[in-house]
């Protein structure tokens, strides 16, 4: 079946510094690949929609210059959390559709998720 | 405004206590309705899709229906195991693949 990966699973860092994500589709080519952020009890909120080869789609409300997405390959979108702050700190999770599978049968393939805490 | 609201928020259950999850929605054209499976810590795993009113789908203990507002997971006689959050989200015909998610609903099956 369809997989996805997505590094580091967990990441540190200090306030001020910029951290990137990586979601790799393992075993198909995902043109479109998404990227959510999670907040303990709470559900997924999409922040933007990746596509490659062109800019992300953000979703309202979500700063394009904080968090840089880029999908240069059919294999890998990055989200680049930049100049980090502890309200950034969150659960980062990504998924992508393979585009091969019949529409939406499948639902959507998500990575492990990325715990980032900001201190 | 696309919506899915899920109750209840938490769900405590006796191993072998059969149960439902449910999941309202609103959505301008239904293309899809998905339930996902979300351990701590982890990214959610598909469980199934539905498509149209009526329909169902069922995968071990777990069984799904679809009405024209809202979506059952039934859960019978659950395991210890089958601890987790799980997530209904549906897509609207319009607006791409973008996929609404629901707050979930965290099962706790008790031994």
């Known amino acids: 079946g369809a997989v996805v990966s997505q590094h580091p699973s967990w990441v540190i860092c200090k306030s001020g510094t910029s951290v990137k994500i990586e979601c790799r589709s393992l075993?198909?080519?995902?043109?479109?690949m998404f990227w959510y952020r999670q907040f303990p009890k709470q559900s997924l909120m999409l922040m933007a929609t990746?596509?490659?080869?062109?800019?992300?789609?953000?979703e309202q409300g979500v700063e394009k210059d904080k968090f840089l997405i880029n999908h240069a390959s059919l294999t890998l979108s990055t989200l680049t959390v930049t100049s980090a702050h502890p309200e950034d700190s969150s659960f980062y999770i990504c998924?992508?559709?393979?585009?091969?599978?019949?529409?939406?049968?499948?639902?959507?393939?998500f990575g492990s998720g990325t715990r980032l805490t900001v201190v | 405004e696309d919506q899915v609201t899920q109750s209840p928020e938490a769900l405590r259950l006796q191993e072998g206590e059969s149960s439902s999850l449910n999941c309202s929605y609103t959505?301008?054209?239904?293309?899809?309705l998905f339930w996902y499976r979300q351990d701590p810590g982890k990214g959610p795993e598909f469980l199934f899709t539905?498509?149209?009113a009526g329909e169902e789908k069922e995968k071990e203990r777990l069984k799904a229906t679809l009405t024209k507002k809202e979506s059952f997971l039934h859960i019978t006689a659950p395991k210890p195991e089958d601890s987790a959050t799980y997530l209904c989200a549906v897509q609207a015909r319009t607006g791409g693949f973008k996929t609404i998610f629901g707050a979930g609903t965290r099962l706790f099956v008790k031994a």
């Open positions: 539905l498509y149209s």
């Open positions: 959505v301008s054209g239904l293309r899809g």
């Open positions: 990746s596509n490659e080869g062109s800019k992300a789609t953000y």
């Open positions: 998924s992508a559709r393979d585009p091969d599978r019949a529409e939406a049968n499948y639902g959507y393939t």
């Open positions: 075993d198909f080519q995902a043109t479109t």
